[in-house]
T-cell receptor
């Protein structure tokens, strides 16, 4: 079945450093979504990518969808303490069934 | 606009019992998905309902079942509970193909 892997599993950064998490699917995706979950909270939608090679930016966050639509990345520039949480990608092969990645837990040291 | 509401927030059961969890989606959202979240396994897809029909199913045993009502509210049932069923159960609603909006979840503990 479809599998979605994310690396790294954990990342500790100093405030102001950059952060990147990578997502890889075993199958071609129709679209990919990214979510952030704060400790004790629920996942909150960040963005959805649909087109091959698509790049979207939200302030300090940059999202990319690979050309083959099997991988994606989230890059945060100049991390802040408010960026702390677990970042998940969720891929769909077009069936409205989303398989979540394993998540990357980000800690930001002030 | 009210968000996704899940009840109850916390539940303690013993092995062998059954449990029913409830999810009220955002008004107008007809797609409801259920996920199991555990520290070791992350977010695992259980099933997705749309217009009262189960459209997608994850790799969980038949003890896990669900349904959706005509008002899009959904329930999830787990029978013959096992210790390994202890988890946070999350419900998410969406417009078809759109962002998923999650509820706060039901934390189920099995003793």
């Amino acid at each position: 079945g479809q599998q979605v892997m994310q690396i790294p599993q954990y990342q500790h950064v100093q405030e102001g450093e950059d952060f990147t998490t990578y997502c890889n699917s075993s199958t071609t995706l129709s679209n990919i979504q990214w979510y952030k979950q704060r400790p004790g909270g629920h996942p909150v939608f960040l963005i959805q990518l649909v087109k091959s090679g698509e790049v979207k930016k939200q302030k300090r966050l940059t999202f990319q969808f690979g050309e083959a639509k099997k991988n994606s990345s989230l890059h945060i520039t100049a991390t802040q303490t408010t960026d702390v949480g677990t970042y998940f990608c969720a891929g769909s092969s077009g069936t409205y069934k989303y398989i979540f990645g394993t998540g990357t837990r980000l800690k930001v040291l002030a | 606009k009210a968000g996704v509401t899940q009840t109850p927030r916390y539940l303690i059961k013993t092995r062998g019992q059954q449990v029913t969890l409830s999810c009220s989606p955002i008004s107008g959202h007809r797609s409801v998905s259920w996920y199991q979240q555990t520290p070791g396994q992350g977010l695992q897809f259980l099933f997705e309902y749309f217009s009262e029909t189960q459209r997608n199913k994850g790799n969980f045993p038949g003890r896990f079942s669900g349904r959706q009502f005509s008002n899009s509210r959904s329930e999830m049932n787990v029978s013959t509970l096992e210790l390994g069923d202890s988890a946070l159960y999350l419900c998410a609603s969406s417009l078809e193909g759109g962002p998923q909006h999650f509820g706060d979840g039901t934390r189920l503990s099995i003793l």
